[in-house]
T-cell receptor
Framework: GAVVSQHPSWVICKSGTSVKIECRSLDFQATTMFWYRQFPKQSLMLMATSNEGSKATYEQGVEKDKFLINHASLTLSTLTVTSAHPEDSSFYIC???????????FGPGTRLTVL | GENVEQHPSTLSVQEGDSAVIKCTYSDSASNYFPWYKQELGKGPQLIID?????GEKKDQRIAVTLNKTAKHFSLHITETQPEDSAVYFC??????????????FGQGTILTVHP
């Protein structure tokens, strides 16, 4: 149990385009999903917290107009990187938290490369 | 906010030896401390966690200890195997309030187990 999937696993796009990343909890309902960014050889940095049916809460320094988050159901959250630039290239990882426990289960990550 | 420090940044051991990774945290309200294993190009995988009402937890070759007074917790891996080689992250989280469920990660430890 507790499986979280992400799609796509990797994506290459041109500068200025938008990219959407999906995060799904496959076998449990997640009232909260989290989006992280990880640069090479670095730790995970929380970008935003996404609660089902409400607006996401962004961490300081994260542009909410650039990283659009939608959490439309208890099993799906999406992150859209708008007007992507090469500096947005990174490993984006989502996690989902069970409504009953504190544990977070992580997705496999999405490698974004912006040319 | 919470700050988690993790040491060492790299750890090299011989197969069969034990490995210990230590973390300290700053927020006395933190009460959930998970450990994650991350292999190259993949998302973090929860390997063990401990809550503040427990001092030690064991799962086969893996154990975690928590000292609330000193605000530090440690991961112990016994009888290490080459497949234990990965990056290990500690994290801390508090229950309740606006920070509920938010994980703060340590910097990570690259563990290499030599056959």
């Amino acid at each position: 149990g507790a499986v979280v999937s992400q799609h796509p696993s990797w994506v290459i796009c041109k500068s200025g385009t938008s990219v959407k990343i999906e995060c799904r909890s496959l076998d449990f309902q997640a009232t909260t999903m989290f989006w992280y960014r990880q640069f090479p050889k670095q730790s995970l940095m929380l970008m935003a917290t996404s609660n089902e049916g409400s607006k996401a809460t962004y961490e300081q320094g994260v542009e909410k107009d650039k990283f659009l988050i939608n959490h439309a159901s208890l099993t799906l959250s999406t992150l859209t990187v708008t007007s992507a630039h090469p500096e947005d290239s990174s490993f984006y990882i989502c996690s989902a938290r069970s409504s009953s426990y504190n544990e977070q289960f992580f997705g496999p990550g999405t490698r974004l490369t912006v040319l | 906010g919470e700050n988690v420090e993790q040491h060492p940044s790299t750890l090299s051991v011989q197969e069969g030896d034990s490995a210990v990774i230590k973390c300290t945290y700053s927020d006395s309200a933190s009460n959930y401390f998970p450990w994650y294993k991350q292999e190259l190009g993949k998302g973090p995988q929860l390997i063990i966690d401990i809550r503040s009402n427990v001092g030690e937890k064991k799962d086969q070759r893996i154990a975690v200890t928590l000292n609330k007074t000193a605000k530090h917790f440690s991961l112990h891996i016994t009888e290490t195997q080459p497949e234990d080689s990965a990056v290990y992250f500690c994290a801390a989280s508090r229950g309740g309030g606006t920070s509920y469920g938010k994980l703060t990660f340590g910097q990570g430890t690259i563990l290499t187990v030599h056959p």
